[in-house]
């Protein structure tokens, strides 16, 4: 479900504004340096960078949320350590 909603948003972005979703910071930085109708004004970008980090920690911190803890956080005693194996000569 997440893939067809992701896909959705870039597709919807692309076709219906000028910015064809800047999700990646380096689009956005490619794109100030180009002088197109669809480029970004260098006074902007400080915004759009500032936008995409906000969202990268929002979406880390719903993520560690969501996310279980490992076998290893909730019971350690139960997995077996091992020596590496000893070296032949």
């Known amino acids: 479900m997440a893939a067809f909603a992701v896909a959705a948003y ?3 972005a692309y076709w219906f504004t000028s910015s064809t979703s ?3 910071p380096a689009v956005t930085l490619a794109r100030a340096a180009t002088n197109t109708f669809a480029g970004v004004r260098p006074a902007d970008v400080p915004g759009f960078l500032a936008g995409q980090a906000i ?4 979406a880390t911190a719903l993520f560690r949320w969501l996310a279980p803890p490992t076998v290893a956080e909730v019971t350690p005693e139960i997995l077996t350590r091992h020596s590496p194996p000893e070296a032949s000569p």
């Open 55 to 58: 969202g990268a920690l929002a």
């Open 22 to 24: 800047f999700a990646n």
């Open 10 to 12: 870039i597709t919807g």
